[in-house]
């Protein structure tokens, strides 16, 4: 498992080693700027997210399969719970990626928005780490409860923040900020939703590991990951919507410059 793990860091982050050592340069124009090493990290959790994410999705319909052993089906959770760890990893951290790349793009913080912007990322890959490799403590459990509730603050946090800053002008020009930040608070409820129905799955889990494979357990395992997918395909839904919104950029009045000249351009 360990091993495995280091793997994962070791795909996920040395790519990142080698672009910042690529934004040292002689010139002024050498390696890359600020902006496209942060954007290029935003567009690496969205691929790291929901491609793991797709896998997760695979074995546990496999951890439901009553064809298969008992033995085949842990196995299946195992590596289930090993790749769901990527995905988590990579939504703890977006808001941060995802707040210090709208600063490039015309959204200004107040040193106090810095502060919340930078620490949430490491704050929550905190929790995440220690749910991952405490679970089962007492400090687990502790820390999966906290992180219960924190998903429920950072809810009420984004709507909040996007509705101070609509109404006050403040994403004029970037209107489709706020369209990916109400969808990551639909992701983050999805995901909430997710977790109430999801506890038949893992208690039958801990049945199988004991007891065995048994029509009831089987049972209520399938009618648990069935209540689990709707909530699935949401947030699937709004992370490709969210993906979109950040190409398209819709209310932009750069990108719309950069569209008026490419189309003046065609038609010369």
Known sequence: MARSLGWTFAIVFLPLGVLLAATVGDGANDGLTAYELTLFIHQL??????????????????????????AQRLAAGQVMAQVDLIPRICLSVMLTVGG???????????PWQWAGILLLGPVWLTMVLVIYFKRGTALGDLVTRIDFYFRWAMIAGLLASVTYSWTTGRLDDTPWVAGK????AAILLFGLLMRMQVGPLMDGI?????????????????????RTKPFVWAMWACLLMQGLLGVVQPGSPELADVQAAAALSISG
């Open 100 to 110: 210090i790349l709208t600063e490039f793009v015309g959204v200004p913080h107040p």
């Open 45 to 70: 959790l969205f691929v790291y997210w929901i491609g793991p994410d797709i896998g997760v999705y695979y074995l546990s319909n496999r951890l439901c399969d009553s064809n298969l052993t008992a």
């Open 181 to 184: 930040l109400v969808l990551f």
């Open 206 to 226: 801990g049945k199988l590991a004991t007891e065995g494979a048994t029509p009831a357990t089987d049972q209520a395992m399938s009618r648990s990951l069935a």
